[in-house]
């Protein structure tokens, strides 16, 4: 259980500094990049405990 407690501190942390890092983050472009990449970063963090189940 507390693989799991450490993969949510974690969401919430990744989470959260997506949001910091898109708001400070100029508008146009950049933005939009900034946005897309650390959507991919929560993703594969979300999907990381599919790992345990192989």
Sequence with gaps: MEY???WAVSLVMLVSAGAF????APSG???????FIFALIILSAMLS???LFK
């Design 21 to 24: 890092l898109e708001n400070v």
């Design 4 to 6: 799991f407690r450490e």
């Design 49 to 51: 405990p599919i790992e």
């Design 29 to 35: 472009n950049m933005k939009k990049y900034v946005s």
